[in-house]
């Protein structure tokens, strides 16, 4: 029975009775940040959300984040989130990596075990998150859009083009040159390409002459290979009828195997033709019109070593592919998540963390060319476009309830005032595209150090979009010490901060904008947390004893 009693007073437990052996004292020795007298004033403090005016602020939300298997076994964190908030969050159990399996299944049976559970207890629970790009299940993402694989036992496997512009949609004709009888060689105009859209190259010749007298020509630093095999494709189209040759040739004294020579329409029409070469030193594809008078037209140009062992064939999807498929797999997610949960979850980050932090933080965060990333990471964005968040929104809004209320959420936004100006235009721009942000969450993962001033500006930013405003993650560290080297003197600057904080939102949000606050570390992080670990971020310490940092809490909350 050690320390059952002391827990359930500093957490605000009534406790009926404590049995013990006879004559054996209660064991109270866990960690303090403070002298005993004042550990005794603080334990004399009711529960959080007993400070709070609910009758005046029925639909504020006092939130605390907790882990869905910690919830459901109903141990002390249980009692201590139900005793003093009204509202949870799941830090992990809700999110994509937490649902979906490697085959792209979900499993649900442990948030519905949580929503029960929750339900039963009278408490909220805050939906985080629906699209985000960390814990995510990556391996069953990027499966989805992998190459298509055609093994060589099927046919002759072709290599990766040569071609470095072929298709033009640079809007530049980089990497062809030409030559002869006055001919131009130049991009065409947006949307001349096959098929009606992007580029292609025009190659115009003002006269008949020998056929190898205008010429256009793409120059390889690597030669093609002797006795090997290689497959061109392109599109043509004239503006009258004719014919034109190709072939691949080496530059001193050009000799040259050729394609052969292709006819000409006035329509698009492809072209494949196959060539092996006779010599190690043919360095150039060369198309020769000079007996064609007109302009010529070309595009999808693309020639491919045929891999003489066979082996396998990549396709890689194209971009458009990606994104419906993609597109389809968050559909798939949110559909899944919100018909679990519709019933219960009124409230969501509906997109988590877009905004880049460096060089621009107007600009939306990326995995292009990370180096690093986790193996639970997936950016949407890359795949989606600026879209991905209208997207979700929508989603969120077609699945869920009509009511439900949706968030963004970011963190950083009171040091980069740059970053929360960059947040709220996006939510701007996702408005503009037809969704509906209701809210904006700022995560407010902190310190004693922080600027005041900037998180004034912050509010006054947020409370000017007329949004609802959620702090929504708020943890506060002692500036950046780890828990024992923190002094009495620096948890009161702490729990100062914590009031500080909490004061100002009450200050400058608007009441009708107030949604809510969530306490993100209720207590303070072990040294083997991946989150702040060995930080004394907590209102309570690791062993379930109040800090100054919950009166800082408390006296921010009375009377609101």
């Not at 947020?462 to 003197?489: M, P, W």
Request: aromatic residues 10%; hydrophobic residues 40%.
């Amino acid at each position: 029975m050690k320390n059952i009693y002391k827990i359930a007073l500093i957490i605000g437990i009534p406790v009926l009775s404590v049995s013990c052996k006879k004559h054996e004292a209660l064991d109270f020795s866990v960690e303090k940040p403070t002298s005993i007298a004042a550990q005794e004033q603080i334990d004399a403090y009711n529960a959080l959300k007993s400070y709070f005016n609910w009758s005046a602020n029925p639909n504020f939300k006092l939130g605390v984040a907790t882990s869905l298997t910690e919830y459901n076994n109903k141990g002390v964190l249980y009692r201590l989130a139900n005793s003093n908030f009204n509202q949870i969050v799941i830090g992990y159990e809700m999110k994509h990596g937490a649902i979906v399996k490697d085959d792209g299944s979900m499993d649900f049976d442990n948030v519905k075990k949580l929503l029960e559970n929750a339900k039963n207890s009278n408490m909220e629970v805050y939906g985080h998150t629906l699209c985000w790009h960390a814990n995510q299940n990556a391996k069953y993402l990027n499966s989805l859009i992998a190459p298509t694989v055609i093994k060589g036992t099927s046919g002759p496997a072709l290599e990766d083009n040569l071609i470095s512009n072929g298709d033009f949609e640079s809007g530049n004709i980089s990497g062809w040159f030409g030559w002869g009888n006055s001919s131009v060689r130049e991009v065409s105009a947006k949307g001349d390409g096959y098929g009606g859209t992007g580029y292609a190259l025009n190659m115009s010749n003002p006269k008949v002459v020998n056929s190898w007298e205008a010429q256009t020509a793409m120059d390889f630093t690597t030669p093609f290979q002797n006795a090997s095999t290689y497959k061109l494709s392109f599109y043509v189209k004239g503006s009258v009828a004719g014919a034109a040759s190709v072939a691949a040739q080496e530059t001193k004294s050009y000799g040259a195997d050729d394609f052969g020579s292709f006819n000409i329409s006035t329509d698009w029409k492809l072209v494949q033709l196959e060539k092996t070469i006779t010599a190690g030193d043919r360095t150039r594809l060369v198309f020769s019109f000079g007996a064609y008078a007109g302009k010529i037209s070309m595009d999808k140009i693309s020639i491919n070593r045929v891999n003489p062992n066979g082996g396998d064939k990549i396709i890689e999807k194209t971009a458009d592919e990606k994104k419906a498929i993609l597109t389809a797999a968050l559909d798939k997610w949110i559909a899944g998540m919100l018909a679990v949960s519709k019933a219960s979850v009124k409230a969501w980050d509906v997109v988590n963390e877009p905004m880049s932090d460096w060089p621009d933080p107007s600009l939306l965060k990326t995995g292009v060319g990370k180096t690093n990333i986790a193996a639970d990471e997936f950016y949407w964005q890359d795949y989606l476009g600026k879209d991905y968040a209208v997207t979700a929104f929508k989603l969120a809004r077609q699945y869920g309830n009509a009511t439900d209320i949706h968030f963004i959420n970011d963190y950083g936004l009171e040091s980069s005032l740059d970053k929360c100006r960059g947040l709220i235009e996006y939510v701007k721009y996702i408005e503009s595209k037809g969704a509906k942000v209701d809210g904006i969450g700022t995560q407010m993962h902190m310190g004693t150090e922080n600027d005041k001033t900037k998180i004034v500006e912050m509010f006054k930013l947020l409370a000017a979009t007329g949004k609802l405003i959620k702090i929504s993650e708020l943890d506060l560290g002692v500036s950046n010490k780890k828990t024992a080297a923190v002094t009495q003197e620096e948890y009161k600057a702490q729990a100062d901060m914590y009031k500080y904080v909490i004061d100002k939102y009450f200050e400058i949000i608007p009441p009708a904008q107030r949604y809510g606050i969530t306490i993100w570390s209720p207590l303070d992080s072990p040294a083997s947390s991946f989150w702040r670990p060995d930080e004394p971020i907590g209102l309570w310490t690791g062993g379930f004893v109040r800090k100054p940092a919950y009166v800082g809490v408390a006296e921010a909350l009375k009377g609101k």
